[in-house]
């Protein structure tokens, strides 16, 4: 089966997928590694599949083969464990699938804690976890009480509407992009060359997600499958040398990225078709028909006409190109002044992702 195909299976099988693990794992975390184990496993089986009859029959034996051994990684503890073989494990309890069901609650609970904001996570940790008084966090906080139990109200609101649904799984959490290269146009900072920023695959992938469309952290952190926690400190960091611009609370790309694709790939190999054809017969008739390389003005060795018409055809090309060029912005405009006194245009090419 080809990439693009193999591809769009997984991600039409993510979700069931997603669900068949959420039913067999005692936790969030367990949830989501046995999803991503399965999905790679199925995508990789397609790849080398050419025979699939019953594409459903193929990635639901995928999916259960990858749990069994899923399973026999696992230490006994209950941890990442089937409710039905808990029962062999554990002493006979009514309570014990009332625990799991607590325990997955609590996890679920957690991982919504994560997606809110800073200030509404603070006050939750300190309200609810440490037991403060709300008199005690507003000294603290430095705010006042209304504002405090607007907090709190928010929070909660929020809390039960993360709680009543699924987060949505996107492809990078599964296949991330990553750069091929990272360059500076322009001179580099205290903190060198912008390539110093993007180290990691988190940066990349949020420069990524918020390259075509502004995203708040949340809706960044869901796009990876990560901990907006994470993202949290990560994204200020980037905004805070102009690599992410704010768009009240959303943040949106400060650099140029080249991703290649099989379209683009394609609509270029077009367009170089036409403009060959065009330099091919149009301009060199016309060239021929005026006579201009007769002209007693023009020197070409061994009086040969094509090495002449090919060592014009650039420099017509380039200036056809003058009124163009005279309505560019100048790199002085398009810069960006970077805090560690860096002036520079960030631009990274992409490794050529699964689909392309």
Partial sequence: MNRKTAEQVTIEYMKPIYGFALKRCANTQDTEDLTQDICLKLFRSLLVHDDIEETSKFAWTVAHNTLSNYYRKKQITGIGVCIDDLAEILPSNNDVSENIINLETENKLHCEISYLSKMQRKIV???????????????????????????????????????????????????????????????????????????????QNIAYCTWKDAKTINEIAEALGVSPVYVESEVEYLYEYCFLIKKS????????????????????????????KLFANDLYEEL????????????????????????LIPYIAALSGEKLIDNTISFEEAMTRRPDGGQNIAHALLTPRLNS
């Avoid at 008199?135 to 430095?142: K, S, V």
């Avoid at 580099?188 to 920023?197: A, L, R, W, Y």
């Avoid at 949106?252 to 403009?275: F, G, H, M, P, R």
């Avoid at 021929?288 to 060592?311: C, G, H, T, V």
């Fill in 249 to 276: 609370n959303k943040y949106l790309a400060n650099i140029l990225l080249d991703e290649t694709t099989t379209e683009l790939n394609k609509l270029q190999s077009e367009i170089y078709d036409k403009v060959a």
């Fill in 125 to 203: 940790v300190l309200y609810y976890y440490e037991n403060m008084k709300q008199d005690e966090i507003t000294r603290l906080l430095n705010i006042p009480i209304g504002t405090l139990k607007w907090h709190l109200f928010e929070a909660k609101t929020e809390l039960k509407k993360g709680m009543e649904t699924m987060r949505n799984l996107n492809e990078l959490k599964f296949n991330p992009i990553r750069f091929e290269l990272c360059g500076t146009n322009g001179s580099i900072g205290t903190k060198g060359g912008n390539s110093n920023f993007f180290r990691s695959i988190l940066s």
């Fill in 288 to 311: 021929m028909q005026n006579r201009i390389l007769d002209n007693e003005m023009l020197y070409y060795p061994d009086n040969d006409k094509n090495f002449a018409l090919w060592s």
